[in-house]
């Protein structure tokens, strides 16, 4: 819902706003545990000054001789990330830049002191503002919930502060403040009001003289960045924020003349931008929308914290990474197969099916009767209360050199990111995301595992319907993408992406694994499986990643690395389910069947209905113990400081010989101090004594090669 809208042009900018505190309040207590204090809110502390903060995190604007950013503060640690003025907003349109607001004059970019403001004056050259409005954060497109998620609001509550730049192109720069979270994010709108189509060559969503993190005369290979995580939602290919960060950019600041590196090399000029182009044509009365730029403030180096954080951030802004159904890959398409994996999964209590890689369905075939036999067994898996969906491979394949993604130089394909793939904005292209949204649509399925997404190639051809050329190709096929994954968020459709797409609606990606890695034999796996854990939830929320198990054999390494036949290895079996389902994590489990006999049945659904008897917990934030390394107990804790179970700690024992240890929990992220309630496993529940640190000491006893858990609830 659109606040009462605040709009003033010319003089009196901020006439409209309260008057607030000429210094940001701190939010109490840790945002962490409760972050319902910190509320998104904006007010002028006095004509010229306009402040958006929610007591963890604030920016703030002079409006007057024109709007500029003058402070950006993390209230938590209390300290000014800020050291320099820069423009709103940078562009080039038809060859020629365009600057929105900021101010000139600063001398000294080591600080920004108040009097230095006073000196500063209007960048006759920049568009100015004439305009500034206050509304709800929007939603970029539909959430449609149909499965288990956490009760997560969409779109995330939150205030939009938007300052409008008056011009032949006009800009409209919007600042996205959340709710019980220091993060601030800032995208664009390039309006056309002239006459004629205009290119917008390309565009700067955020630039921002930061303090540096360090200061060292002479140049070294890497540098200390600020205490900060940046995203953007334009961004492709890899199984982590860090590889698929392409807008992200940290320069040396030359106009720092002051900073400590002789050679001026200290990368502290934060730059957002596209990699390419855009390159987009925008017509006259049109706009462009650009990407979301994420700026998450961390409050101090702590590794968990931060981590803690980025995973809050992922929540808050694509709640339905939450959704995490029980997953099993069936590996043939036939029809009695089909039948027999959805009978099994509905005896154990899994949720959702897929037609894995290599069963030979095919998504893409048009045939009447392949989406009739879908239908069948969509409602086949309906009525045992199980979902199904099919995988689909995009791009790294070769359709057509006239549909194919054309190299710059040589106007041939073959140098594509993963050698060929076609051009999403071909005719080809065209189709088949037609042909998805009607399969999809028609058949009824509804989990979609989409590989080798769009991993951000360029393509040259001017002969594709969707791009003109080059300088449009990345962001006119990214849009393609983005805009389907969209479309199946809005429809309910679950994605499993081995990319990084949450931002733009995908629900898992891998949690980083080997895949040959599944030819060790199974002990190794197991080690294995838990060091991919432990790594991968550093910054993805247990939900966000999925696993694997090979229950038939998988790249090789016959029977020593395969779990088939079942009953016969129903230990490893075990190892597998505890280990996944214990970090709150779904693997692909991937066979022709999830048991073989009654005992391999009744092992499988026990766990499953452990799994859902703690869900809530396990689906919650994780906290890193110990890494597996074979020489010792490893394991994870799972916090929620609001739930009824507070933790739920899964140790494992690797070694040949049963071991007992005193363990320190650390409780502090649960929400507990002086006290807790632990049980072990099923047993009798007692009391602990915290430190001042909530930590607790805890004696467990873990079998030779076996695992075991316990439970935190407050006293």
Known sequence: MILATLLLVGGGLLDAFPSGPAQPPRAGGDWLLDAREARASAWKSDERTLTLSNGLVARTWRVEPDVACIGFDDLVSDRSLLRAIEPELRAVV?????????????????????ADLERLALDPGALHCSAVRLSEVPAPFEWKRVRHAAALPWPPPGKRLTFEFAGPVSVEVHYDLYDGIPLVSKSATVRNRGEREVQLDSLEV???????????????????????????????HGMSHVSADVTTRWLPDRAYSTQVSYGLHTPCLLVSTYPNGPGARIAPGVSFESYRVHELVLDGSDRERNGLAQRRMYRTLAPWVTENPLMMHIRDARTEAVKLALDQCAAVGFEMAILSFGSGFDVENRASENLARAKELVTYARERGVELGTYSLLASRAVAPEHDVLDRETLKPGKAYFGNSPCLCS????????????????????????????????????????????????????????????????????????????LNGSNKTGMGYRETNWSLPRAEQLLHARQNIFDGTWTKAPTMGWMFVPLTEYHGGGAAATLEPLHEHLTDYEQHLATNLGAGVQACWRGPRLYDTDATRELVAKWVAWFKRHREVLESDLVHLRRADGRDLDGWLHVNPRGEERALGMLFNPLPVARTK????????????????????????????????????????????????LVFRAP
């Open 94 to 114: 038809d060859g020629s830049e365009v600057r929105a607001g900021g101010l000139v004059g600063q001398v000294d970019r080591a600080y920004l002191r108040p």
């Open 206 to 236: 955020e630039r921002l003289a930061f303090v540096e993190a360090e200061g060292t005369v002479e140049p070294q290979e890497s540098w200390r960045r600020p205490d900060l995580h940046i995203e953007s939602d334009f961004s492709f």
């Open 427 to 502: 005719a080809w292209g065209e189709g088949y995301f037609a042909q998805l949204r009607s399969f999809y649509s028609a058949s009824g399925m509804s989990v979609l595992e989409h590989d080798g997404s769009y991993p951000g190639d360029t393509c040259a051809s001017t002969s594709h319907p969707g791009h003109r050329g080059f300088d449009d190709s990345q962001w006119a096929q990214f849009e393609r993408i983005r805009g389907f994954y969209g479309w199946c968020r809005s429809q309910g459709i679950f994605l499993n992406v081995p990319d990084w797409y949450f």
């Open 662 to 709: 005193e363990l320190e929990i650390p409780l502090y992220y649960a929400g507990l101090a002086a006290t807790a309630s632990v049980q072990v496993e099923e047993g009798q529940a007692t009391t602990v004594t915290l430190d001042e640190r909530s930590r607790a000491r805890v004696s467990v006893t873990v079998p030779a090669g076996g695992f075991t858990w």
